[in-house]
């Protein structure tokens, strides 16, 4: 009589890349860590082989790289373009999705431009189509905005069409609310934590709304997004509900870093078994609606179903 059942092929795996030569763990999320080119592909194979689809990847960008317009999200040799051309000559068939935003490569780590104290909105969705198009041309099936700038998704998906990129999917951060569960996230790719007084309320979703959602789900599918991201995950299963049922539209939910450190936490102290709590949390996100989940614990889930557990 079990209604929800969780499988491999639900589980996307984010993977953290570094201009680095030596990979180094991420203090705030043990276990995971930031990856070297070569020991990047190696994972995202791995993962393949335990039977997840996708990868999505995210990149640690050294400061003398970064600048107040994220230059280094626009170059077609960065660390990002060239794991890309990795992965698919390795592995064609694994999916990869590239994140389309400017907070790794800016000095000022927010998600778009920044004039006078405040993010301009329209100047930034130009680089980001920008962005979009190389990650594209890199071999990458799917673009995720996760910017939360307005309009970005038609604007992305026309430069695309323009460029003869038409079968390159959008999976739009359409729900990403301004939340304290990224904090951890923010350390692994090296963002800036110096975001002002406003951080991105002002351009992130007010944590206590759900029409505002719904909202921008509906702005985004009629704006050309193949797929949605709600973002956080566990305490946010209404909102992705919500979503899932009015659209029916494919709908992603990201379990992000900041549940990731609490569960790892509560499992290395004994109070989680492991195997329990990593197929609760997993099956509560299908159960809410989603089409698949974004975890860093996609490969021990996907180690645990191998099992049969």
């Known amino acids: 009589v079990q209604e929800t059942t969780i499988l491999v092929n639900d589980l996307i795996y984010p993977i953290f890349v570094t201009y680095e030569n030596k990979s180094s763990e991420i203090k705030s999320m043990p276990g995971i860590f930031r990856y070297n080119i070569e020991e990047a592909l190696d994972l995202s194979q791995k993962a393949k082989e335990l039977g997840i689809n996708a990868v999505a990847l995210f990149p640690e960008v050294p400061k003398e790289l970064k600048d107040e317009r994220g230059s280094e999200a626009l170059k077609v040799n960065n660390i990002i373009c060239r794991l890309v051309e990795k992965i698919k000559i390795n592995s064609p068939s694994l999916g990869v999705i590239c994140d389309v935003a400017l907070d790794p490569y800016t000095t000022s780590g927010h998600d778009g431009l920044v004039e006078n104290g405040k993010i301009i909105n329209d100047k930034t969705l130009d680089l980001l189509c920008e962005q979009a198009?190389?990650?594209?041309?890199?071999?990458?099936?799917?673009?995720?905005?996760?910017?939360?700038?307005?309009?970005?998704?038609?604007?992305?998906?026309?430069?695309?069409?323009?460029?003869?990129?038409?079968?390159?999917?959008?999976?739009?951060?359409?729900?990403?609310?301004?939340?304290?569960?990224?904090?951890?996230?923010?350390?692994?790719?090296?963002?800036?934590?110096?975001?002002?007084?406003?951080?991105?309320?002002?351009?992130?979703?007010?944590?206590?709304?759900?029409?505002?959602?719904?909202?921008?789900?509906?702005?985004?599918?009629?704006?050309?997004?193949d797929i949605l991201l709600v973002k956080p995950g566990i305490m946010y299963l209404d909102v992705l509900k919500e979503v899932k049922k009015t659209f029916k539209h494919p709908t992603f939910s990201y379990q992000v870093s900041g549940e990731y450190f609490m569960l790892k936490k509560a499992i290395l102290s004994g109070i989680f078994n492991e195997e329990d709590i990593l197929l609760e949390t997993s099956s509560c996100f299908k159960r809410a609606g989603a089409d698949a989940i974004i975890t860093y614990f996609a490969l021990d889930i996907a180690k645990i179903l191998k099992k049969g557990i």
């Open 133 to 225: 198009l190389i990650n594209s041309q890199a071999g990458c099936d799917i673009v995720a905005p996760s910017d939360m700038m307005d309009g970005r998704i038609k604007k992305i998906r026309n430069f695309l069409d323009q460029n003869n990129k038409q079968e390159t999917l959008i999976m739009s951060y359409a729900v990403k609310y301004s939340s304290s569960m990224y904090a951890p996230f923010r350390e692994a790719i090296s963002a800036s934590s110096n975001l002002g007084e406003d951080k991105k309320k002002s351009y992130q979703m007010d944590f206590c709304n759900i029409n505002e959602a719904l909202k921008e789900a509906s702005m985004d599918i009629k704006e050309g997004a």
